[in-house]
């Protein structure tokens, strides 16, 4: 396995972790995602192309394909196992086997997302995962993950500096002056119908676009 820069990527990249985070994404997010990402579309226009930063083995691109008719989906993920089951979906137009930190991009996309990956990567580097997303994007980005207004880290299964929460997308907004906020969403892992793990999302727009 390639050595990444911080240990936060070496960890996610790795066989036992991506297997065992496989193992727990099943068929019924999907669902729930259908659910999740229809909300946010509905505040959205003209979108063809997206991509997602950090898919794993893609439950939140299956619930969006299944929302749109025609629209060009890729994706990044670190993971070699995750990448396997990602190249064998047939609606994905690429997908692109890297770390994020690593990702450069010669092209951008009309939405651009991340869902449940700021929470894991190294504070030191958030700001070039920020100039990633923003760059990527034509119009808009979708920030969703665990949310707290200060940085604070939180062992995860057992393992220090694996989990930050912070308020990721102030920071963006307070980063680049002509995103705005568009609308944001807390969601609950007890919501009766369709629960999400307590994911707070925001989805910011470029002004303009």
């Not at 890729?74 to 930190?101: G, P, Q, R, W």
């Not at 002056?177 to 470029?206: A, C, G, M, R, S």
């Amino acid at each position: 396995m390639k050595n990444y820069k911080t240990e936060q990527e070496n960890f996610w990249a790795s066989s036992e972790w991506g297997e065992d985070y496989i193992k727990r994404n099943g068929q019924e997010l999907i669902k729930n995602n259908i659910n999740f990402f229809s909300s946010i579309f509905e505040k959205c226009s003209n979108i063809g192309s997206i991509i997602e930063f950090g898919s794993n083995i893609g439950m939140n691109l299956h619930a969006i394909d299944k929302l749109f008719n025609n629209v060009e989906l890729s994706a990044i993920e670190i993971n070699s196992e995750a990448v396997a089951e990602l190249n064998k979906l047939d609606f994905l137009t690429n997908v692109y086997h890297e770390s994020i930190l690593e990702f450069e991009a010669n092209k951008s996309w009309d939405f651009v997302f991340i869902k449940g990956v700021l929470i894991h990567i190294n504070p030191e580097y958030l700001d070039t995962v920020y100039e990633k997303l923003y760059k990527c994007s034509n119009k808009y980005i979708l920030i969703a993950e665990y949310y707290n207004p200060s940085p604070v880290t939180i062992k995860y299964r057992g393992h220090e500096n694996r989990l930050f929460k912070r308020d990721f997308a102030g920071e963006m907004l307070d980063k680049y002056d002509d995103l705005e906020l568009v609308d944001y969403k807390f969601v609950y892992h007890k919501d009766n119908n369709f629960p999400q793990d307590d994911i707070t999302w925001f989805l910011l727009k470029k002004k303009g676009k």
